[in-house]
Structures are given as C-alpha cells and as structure tokens.
Nanobody
Framework: QVQLVESGGGLVQAGGSLRLSCAASGRSFATYAMGWFRQAPGKEREFVAAIHWRGSSTTFADSVKGRFTISRDNAKNTVYLQMNTLKPEDTAVYYC???????????????WGQGTQVIVSS
C-alpha cells in the first residue's frame, strides 16, 4: 500500500511557475513508476507526465512538453512536477499516481493522491 499526498498548488499568473510535490508513504516507493495527471472542470482526467522508478526515463504529454519537468527523490519518497511558462489552459486539479509501469493512462496506476488545485490566471 502506498499513500500519496500532493502539495504546491495555488494561483499563479500566466507565464509563471509552480512546483508540485507528491510525498509518498508506505512500502517500496522506489519500486514504483510515478505519474502526474490533471483534470479540468468538465473534462476527463488526462496524462501529464511520468517517470521511471529509477528516474532514468520520463514521458510527457505533448501539451506540456518543453514546459514541465518531472523528477523524483527516492531518498525522500517524493516526486516533483516543475511547471514553467504556465498557461490558463493548465488550470486543473493535479493528481500524482503510483504504478508498476511508466504508463500514460489512468488504468496503469494503482494508487492516487487526493489532488492539488492549480489555477493560472490570464
């Protein structure tokens, strides 16, 4: 079992930056691939980024490629999402997730956090 808690969301102007954190507790965090997803009002949850359990490989949605980076610190049981050059369309609740593979779909993950709100004003 893995428990995930996101933090770092908030209100930011377009063009600004935020760093989201996801702290994990429980067993074997370092053996899980980690992903970030987001869900905007009235829309389905969508993939944002994922990272291999060793941090050696990453995957990004086209909509955030070049603006967002994902990283992890297995010693701290934490995964990060650095978001730069934010746009109003990045407004959503952001969720982190843990699973066996670096998947780009929700069903590839077994554990989810409660989400953190990001609002980007124009």
């Amino acid at each position: 079992q893995v428990q995930l808690v996101e933090s770092g969301g908030g209100l930011v102007q377009a063009g600004g930056s935020l760093r989201l954190s996801c702290a994990a507790s429980g067993r074997s965090f370092a053996t899980y691939a980690m992903g970030w997803f987001r869900q905007a009002p009235g829309k389905e949850r969508e993939f944002v980024a994922a990272i291999h359990w060793r941090g050696s490989s990453t995957t990004f949605a086209d909509s955030v490629k070049g603006r967002f980076t994902i990283s992890r610190d297995n010693a701290k049981n934490t995964v990060y999402l650095q978001m730069n050059t934010l746009k109003p369309e990045d407004t959503a609740v952001y969720y982190c997730a843990a699973g066996p593979f670096r998947a780009t779909t929700s069903n590839g993950y077994d554990y989810w956090g409660q989400g953190t709100q990001v609002i980007v004003s124009s």
